[in-house]
């Protein structure tokens, strides 16, 4: 309404959320007779506090694509306000949205000509970036092998790929399990033969531009598929057997080496500055995924010209980092990258280490503020307990799966 402040937003506000004057009411929401037993009390605002809010018994049930658009609106709403005071609120009110949701697509997938539909895959894709991007709870899980399910069944990827009101969302749902399993020990990795299987197929399909939400380039995301490939085996294998692994891991090493950001940027129309910073933030940070995670399964060794190359790319990644978030225009897409380099930060003397820990904390808590996302506090929290336990081991830092994917938006963005 005209004259009326929007409070808690930034410069965007949701799409599908209309303000009103204080004490105007154009519908009412029919509240169960009984409340529910799983209410908690709201001090804090955090996932954690509020993640036993779910529909009271009395609820009827929304249909489905209501619940889908209202609920996701509400979630918009949630993160641009989520330091403002009258934001509870909102914050119960969606994840009153995520239960009906949730409920709405169980009924669905019970009915046996539906549960492969395009609604329902879309429906469980959209639940799995909100618990990945609001940092909710490890269900994300869940839902990512339901989706891997129902896609199986409506024959793979490559099926659906002619779907363009699907390709957003699936090319989330892709980067969404392929980064979850970087941040994952060797030891619970999930649906790593199925990208393999399907990774020449994805790679032919949109390797033409580039994955437009998060601004990996294809060929080091390819990389990364491949690593989770000999991480997950590595875990599996007998000792006797890592050696063929570690040719496999010197091959993939060689590769990440020789990408080229100044020629991928080449290839686009504009903003060729920014798209050659973004590549060598993600060459600089796979690199380093690539030897920590396989040094931490004996895969590759702990030798001297390896321990360089990771202090040489991570100083390279902090400095690359201080310009990437301090541009509006890269600074949504440095999570991952982020959660890299404070890895990474274990292994320097305690000058370095010490300062680049606290620059890792700050940009954590600022992307956090930036993108209305709990996920970068999580991924602080993380390292932090990393940081104290003594361990150097990558796999030591992940005590359960965890997804840091950038800000997620279905937006195509320019190429």
């Not at 649906?191 to 393999?196: E, L, Q, S, V």
């Not at 990774?199 to 989770?228: H, K, S, W």
């Not at 305690?350 to 506090?377: H, K, N, W």
Request: hydrophobic share 40%.
């Amino acid at each position: 309404m005209t004259g009326i402040a929007c409070p808690g937003y930034n410069e965007v506000e949701p799409s599908r959320l209309k303000w009103l004057a204080p004490g105007r009411v154009v519908s009412r929401t029919r509240r169960p007779k009984q409340p529910s037993s799983d209410t908690a009390t709201h001090g804090d605002m955090s996932p954690e506090s509020v993640n036993g809010l779910t529909p009271g018994a009395g609820c009827v049930a929304v249909p489905l694509f209501e619940s889908q658009k209202e609920g996701f609106a509400l979630f918009q709403a949630v993160e641009y306000s989520r330091h403002n005071p009258q934001s509870k609120g909102l914050i119960e009110s969606f994840f009153r949205y995520r239960g009906l949701a949730i409920r709405s697509l169980s009924e669905e997938i019970n009915i046996e000509d539906r549960r492969t539909s395009d609604v329902i895959i879309a429906g469980i894709i959209t639940l799995l970036l909100l618990d990945v991007q609001h940092g909710a709870s490890p269900s994300w899980r869940c839902h990512l092998e339901g989706v891997q399910r129902l896609i199986t069944l409506r024959g793979g990827a490559l099926a659906l790929a002619p779907l363009k009101h699907l390709e957003s969302l699936l090319l989330c749902f892709v980067f969404v399990a392929v980064i979850g399993n970087t941040t994952s020990s060797a030891s619970n990795l999930a649906m790593t033969g199925f990208h393999i299987e399907q990774l020449e197929d994805i790679i032919e399909q949109y390797g033409t531009g580039v994955f437009l939400f998060q601004m990996c380039p294809p060929t080091l995301f390819a990389e990364i598929i491949r690593i989770n490939r000999v991480r997950m085996q590595g875990a599996e294998y007998e000792s006797a057997k890592v050696e063929g692994l570690s040719q496999e891991a010197d091959k993939i090493l060689s590769r990440i080496c020789a990408f080229s950001a100044q020629q991928w940027a080449a290839s686009k129309p504009s903003s060729k500055q920014d798209w050659e910073l973004l590549g060598n933030v993600y060459q600089a940070a796979v690199t380093l995924y690539c030897i920590l995670s396989l040094q931490s399964l004996s895969i590759l060794p702990l030798e001297t010209s390896l321990r360089v190359q990771c202090a040489t790319q991570g100083k390279l990644l902090w400095g690359l980092l201080n310009q990437a978030l301090s541009s509006p225009r890269t600074r949504n897409f440095m999570l991952w990258p982020l959660v890299l380099l404070g890895v990474e930060t274990i292994n320097y003397n305690e000058a370095i280490d010490e300062t680049m820990r606290s620059f890792v904390e700050e940009q954590l808590s600022d992307l956090s503020s930036y993108t209305g996302s709990y996920a970068p506090l999580v991924a602080r929290d993380v390292l932090g307990r990393f940081w104290a336990s003594g361990e150097t081991r990558w796999d030591a830092c992940f005590d359960r799966p965890y997804s840091y994917p950038n800000a997620l938006t279905t937006k195509k963005m320019a190429r």
